[in-house]
């Protein structure tokens, strides 16, 4: 499996921690020492729905490709305003494609767990070029009375176009029934023979998350680059979910690698949940980090609580 294209589209209101301690208990010392986020960017004039159509459009302008090229779309997405149908479907009408589309939700972990999906079709012989569109409102989950989750996402859409050939090295997905630590629960409609239920904005234990995200990574990361029969010293990048400053820092330190090889973009953007990978890809893409035969690990965690990693040839 080979990485062709990538794009990626934000929202353009950009909400810095100043704007947040106007009406939260909170100030910018208290949320960079913390989570390393100095702005996000929040959905406000646009929608979640035209940031993945743009994000879409420029991974096929990349890819040199045409929306009818494309032999299937996995959409990763955790939340948006409709149930059914599939937010994939949906953009699949607005770029023009004719392909078959599926939805997936696996958290932040999303991008990963739909290139797994991708490397299957492909090797199957079920598809040439598959679009891959991680699009994230997570704004949308939050209780922004709180600074416990509100100071910590941001929205966005991230994409990639993967095709045969290259050479993905290795892939592994985990997951560990743990919804305690990290959820959010929708209101559905009304109905008569169910007692009422009291439903919240997102819950986070941070304490578990951490913990819990720091051993899926180092563990994913060690079976991947063991699979792949690779050293750390062959390692080009490490592109880890941007959840949080000190979850990275802290898997970079019991790794002891440098901190060039850790790209970070969380202090402009916060957590754009699954989006996080694949924004960070094209922003290392377009600014040309990426060159021909780099190796690259790729690591993700969210609720679930699901992780993956990979190990692949740029």
Known sequence: MKIIGTGSALPSLAVTNEMLSEFLDTNNEWISSRTGISQRRIISTESLLELSVYACNKALENAKLNAKDIDFIICSNVVNHYVTPGLGCIIQGKIGAVCPCIDLNSACSGFIYAMDMAASYLDAGKATNILIVCAEEPSKMVDWSSRDTSILFGDGAGAAIVTKGGNLKSMYLATTSAVE???????LEFNPYNKKEEFKPLVMNGKDVYKMAVNASIQDISKVMQDA?????EISFYLIHQANMRIMDTIRDYLGEKEEKFPKNIQKYGNTCSASIPILLDEMNREGQLKEGALLVLSAFGAGFS????VLEW
Request: include cysteine; charged fraction near 10%.
């Open 229 to 233: 029969h690779v050293t750390q010293n």
């Open 181 to 187: 630590p990290l959820y959010y629960q929708r209101e």
């Open 307 to 310: 992780s993956g990693a990979c």
